[in-house]
C-alpha cells in the first residue's frame, strides 16, 4: 500500500498527533489553536480530511494515526526525488552537498549507511 500523500499544513498537524497519540479530538483542537493557531473548525476538517485518506482514523473522537512519521518523510521524499531529479538518488546528493556544509561525522554517518546497504543490512 501506499503511503498517502501528506501537504505541509497537514504534515504540522500529524507532528501535534504523533507527539500525542491516542489522542482525543478535542485535545487536539487544544493543541492545534496553541502551536498553529488554528480555528476548531480547521482541526476538525484535517481530522476528516486525513481519516478519508487513511493517514489517521478517528475513533469514538479518540485519533490515532495509520501511518509513522518516518512512512511520511519516505514518501514525501521519494517523490521529491523522482520529481526533481528524475528519481536519480546521485544527482540528489550532488545537489545537496553543493549548497551544504556537510560535517566529517555527517560524511561517516552516510558511508556506514552505504556499507550495511551494500552488505544487504535493512539499517
Same mark, same amino acid.
Given at each position: 500500500m $501506499? #503511503?498517502?500523500?501528506v501537504f505541509e +499544513?497537514?504534515?504540522r498537524f500529524c507532528l501535534i498527533l504523533w507527539e500525542n497519540e491516542p489522542v482525543k479530538s478535542s485535545k487536539l483542537v487544544e493543541l492545534c489553536k496553541e502551536q498553529l493557531g488554528?480555528?476548531?473548525t480547521t482541526t476538525y476538517t484535517v481530522i476528516k480530511r486525513l481519516s478519508e485518506r487513511g493517514v489517521l482514523k478517528n475513533e469514538? #473522537?479518540?485519533v490515532t494515526s495509520l501511518v509513522t512519521k518516518e512512512q511520511v518523510q519516505v514518501a514525501e521524499l521519494n517523490e521529491m526525488v523522482e520529481k526533481t531529479f528524475e528519481g536519480s538518488l546521485p544527482a540528489f546528493i550532488a545537489a545537496f552537498t553543493k549548497h551544504q556544509k556537510? +560535517?566529517?561525522a555527517e560524511i $561517516?554517518?552516510?558511508q556506514q549507511m552505504? $556499507?550495511?546497504f551494500r552488505k544487504g543490512e535493512s539499517k
Open positions: $501506499d #503511503t498517502p500523500k +499544513s497537514e504534515y488554528w480555528k476548531p469514538k #473522537t479518540v556537510i +560535517s566529517d $561517516d554517518a552516510v552505504i $556499507d550495511r
